[in-house]
Every structure is written in C-alpha cells, then in structure tokens.
C-alpha cells in the first residue's frame, strides 16, 4: 500500500486529487445530497478557490462531479450555501426541474462581495447570475460566508454572513435584492479570531416541546485547543433580530478537537444534518498526504437539550452501514483489549461509573481524567508529526463523567462522541503503520464497568 491509500479515508469525503477546505452549498434536492467544497485544482495548497462539486444518496459514499464554478473577473468563489428556489421566487427557473441556486463569496483583490449563481439541471451546470454581486462591499475588509435558509414566519430568505467580528443578517423576497436586517455579535462569545462560516438553525430541544434558534460561529484562530474552531449561541430569532440568552463572556464549543471547521447544515433536508472540514488552518497546507489535501467529517445531526438553565447542542453522528465484528457485555476489567479493523469502524461503549481510563490506539491516547473533570486526546505519539510544529498536541475538553463513548474511526481521524453526543472532539493523526488494536485502561486500579462494547466495520 502506498502512502496516498494508506493515507485516504474509506468512509470520510476526500477528493481524488488536490485541495479542499470548507464544505459549501450543501442542498439536498430529488434523493440526492449535494456537496460543494473550496477546491483548488491546480495544487495540494490553497490557491485561487472554486467550487468543487460531489454527489451521494447516503452522505457516506460520493460521486465526484466537475467543477461547479470557477474564478472570474470579480474574483475567486469562496464559501457559500444553496438552496432549492421551490416556488421561483428568483424567476431563475427556466424549465420544469426546480431551480438550485448557489449563494457565495466573490473573494477579489480589492474586496469581499455576495453573488449568485443558478443551476436548471440539479445542479450538474451552473450559471453565474448576470446581476452580480448581489451585495455589494460595504467598507469591510471580512464579508463573506453567505448561508441562506427561508424563514417560513416572515415569508423571506435570510441571509447570515460574516464580518470579522460579528455577523450580519440579510433578508429578501426573490434571493437577488438584499435588505440588511440586523447584526449580532460584537461584543459576544470570543473574538480571539476572525468569525467565518456562519449558519442560523432552529433546533428542536430533545424532550421538550420548545424549538431554540442557534447561531453558528467559525473562528480563525483562537480555538479551545488552538487554531480554528467552532462557536454556537443559542437565543430567539424573528426573522428580523438574533437575541442570545447568553451572557456576553459565555463561549460554548461545537467541537473541542483541532480538526472540526466550517460546518454547516444542509438546505432541504427534515433532520438537521452538518458536515465540517477534518482541519485546522494551522496546519492544513502541510498535512502528510500527497496526491489530495483535506476530508469531510462525517455527517452530523444536530438537536439540543436543556441542562439546567442552558442549552446545549447535541451531535450523532448519522447512522454507518456495517457488520458487527464484536459485541462484549458486563465486562468489569482494568484492561480491555479489543480487535479493531485496518479501515474504518465505529466503537461503542456504554460505562457505569467511569474511573478515570485511557484508551490507546497505535500511539493515539485518549484518557478521560475523572480528578481533572476532563477528556484529552493526545497525538504527540500518534505517527507522522512533525509536518507541522502546530500538529503534536494534547487537547483537552471539560467532561464530568463518561456514561457513554462513540468513536467513528478512519484511517487518518477519530471523532469522538460522548454521553449522548453533547462532548465531541474530532482529531485526525497519521500513524506510521495500520492499527489492529485498542486497549481501554483503568486508571486509578479501579475495574472498569463496560456494560456493552461493539465495534462495527463500516461498510460502503
Ligand atoms: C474558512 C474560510 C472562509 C473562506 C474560505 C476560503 O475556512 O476562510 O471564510 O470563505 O475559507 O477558502
């Protein structure tokens, strides 16, 4: 196996060849999810962005297509979303298939500028809009990231984009003629980088009969653990205003791995479903892969539930074919050892009364630190290191206890999620060789009380 196989994830988005970062115009229309991605054909670096496109029935197994949109005289195409026109609000639609229309960034050398493109063929074609940019410049050097969704109570699309240290909220009848609405943000959850990717999402609260309206908030830099990460606001939208219940200094954490960027929701899907960019602009460029650069996460649902006073997001991740290759039940043990396949396989394991623990994966650890109240994942001895003096690292994200723990593991990633989906870390390494086994071990001499472990080998 050469290193660019060894390297490919199986069940995890990568392009065949060249560069990739945040996914865009993610819209589902007639059985088919489509993802478009920042590519750079020419080279494995970031370059002059277009839109790279891929197809899939089950968010698991893609087709890619050709480009959808390519580099013009008002500048480079960076993030955007898209959407199904249903009732040619645009009066784009030209024949009897629905109208997709794409919503992004023209990135130039002088400025940052909202434009349009639209697609009459289920998005195999694309014709950029003649009218662009649909916004124009208003003085900001950061203005970009347009995510639109129709907002049934006011009867318009809205508009959340990103300026630098706050995001803007547009509305409009017919996706061409914009109106600014609103802005949120200045002086809320962190600002240690520049907010990019925005999304606006209205969030059913498990259990409950409340829906809440959540912010979504890329940050570059100034991550929990570095670099880029994402931040989240819950609160009340109505269709004009985004009102958070939290305190100006709150900062919640969609993900507290280095590798989890960009995410953003599907247009035109029933359940919530996101997906992000498997990792962090402090080191993307150099990552060990040759003929391609950069993965998708694995596609995410997305909920809340109400702890105490606050909401807080929950993510699972959706639900992988496969064969069960183990099942174990009450074990009680200081040292499990478990089988896992070469590619990739999801882990479950459900605890009572976690000690503290570590889980050893090839030269990946991960421990949960009962004392500490904290879950880290260590790479520094996890294989190809030294790419980049940002990759080495142990992450840490604040966790009470452990009750239940899913590892979706690929050849070059792990995403953890635990009790419920509500702690998520998501990390990619680069072993030197295949891993065939994890070992789970007490820390604190205490057994560990595994009431169920499964692993299960994906298939595509
Ligand atoms: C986020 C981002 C976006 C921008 C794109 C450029 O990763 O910086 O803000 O549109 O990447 O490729």
Redo the contacts with the bound molecule.
């Keep these: 196996m050469n290193k660019v196989e060894k390297f490919r994830p199986e069940i995890h988005f990568s392009p065949e060849k060249h560069w990739i970062?945040?996914p865009n115009g993610l819209v589902f229309y007639k059985g088919e999810y489509h993802l478009f991605y920042?590519y750079h054909p020419q080279s494995t670096v970031?370059g002059p962005?277009h839109w790279g496109h891929a197809i899939s029935k089950d968010l698991v197994t893609w087709e890619e297509k050709p480009i959808a949109l390519y580099p013009d005289e008002l500048g480079a195409i960076?993030?955007g979303s898209a959407v199904v026109d249903w009732n040619n609000t645009s009066g784009l639609q030209t024949g009897e298939e629905k109208v997709l229309v794409a919503i992004f960034?023209h990135h130039g050398e002088d400025n940052e500028k909202q434009s349009i493109a639209y697609s009459n063929d289920c998005g195999r074609t694309w014709v950029k809009y003649s009218g662009n940019p649909v916004i124009v410049n208003p003085g900001l050097k950061d203005f970009?990231?347009p995510k639109v969704f129709w907002h049934e109570g006011t009867s318009q699309w809205i508009m959340s984009l990103?300026c630098g240290d706050h995001i803007r909220f547009y509305g409009s009848p017919n996706l061409l003629e914009w109106k600014h609405l609103s802005s949120f943000g200045e002086t809320y959850g962190t600002h240690d980088g520049v907010w990019?990717?925005p999304d606006l999402l209205h969030l059913q609260v498990e259990g409950e009969e409340e829906k809440k309206w959540v912010l979504i908030v890329?940050l570059?830099p100034g991550g929990p653990n570095g670099g880029s990460a994402i931040q989240y606001f819950t609160g009340e939208f109505d269709g004009r205003t985004f009102v958070t219940d939290q305190k100006e200094s709150d900062v919640k954490w969609a993900d507290w791995g280095r590798d989890f960027?960009?995410a953003v929701t599907w247009s035109g899907v029933e359940e919530p479903t996101w997906v992000g960019w498997m990792s962090n602009?402090q080191y993307a460029n150099q990552t060990p892969t040759d003929e391609f650069r950069g993965a998708m996460s694995i596609p995410r649902t997305l909920s809340l539930i109400k702890r105490e006073a606050e909401y807080v997001l929950i993510q699972r991740p959706i639900e992988l074919k496969g064969e069960n290759v183990l099942e174990r039940a009450n074990e009680c043990l200081e040292e499990i050892k478990v089988d896992v396949p070469s590619g990739a396989y999801t882990f479950e394991m459900n605890l009572e009364n976690a000690p503290s623990f570590t889980i050893e994966l090839g030269g990946l650890k991960l421990a949960f630190d009962k004392r500490a109240k904290e879950f880290r994942i260590d790479r520094t001895n996890s294989g190809f290191i030294d790419f980049s003096e940002h990759f080495a690292s142990v992450d840490v994200m604040p966790l009470e206890k452990v009750e239940d723990m899913t590892i979706i593991a690929d050849r070059t990633s792990i995403e953890v999620f635990i009790n419920g989906g509500s702690a998520v870390m998501t990390e990619t390494f680069y072993p030197v060789n295949a891993i065939s086994e994890m070992t789970i071990r007490s820390g604190m001499g205490e057994p560990i009380n595994a009431k169920q472990i499964k692993v299960k080998r994906i298939s595509l």
């Design positions: 970062n945040d920042q970031w962005m960076f993030s960034t970009r990231d990103a990019e990717c890329s570059n960027y960009a602009w």
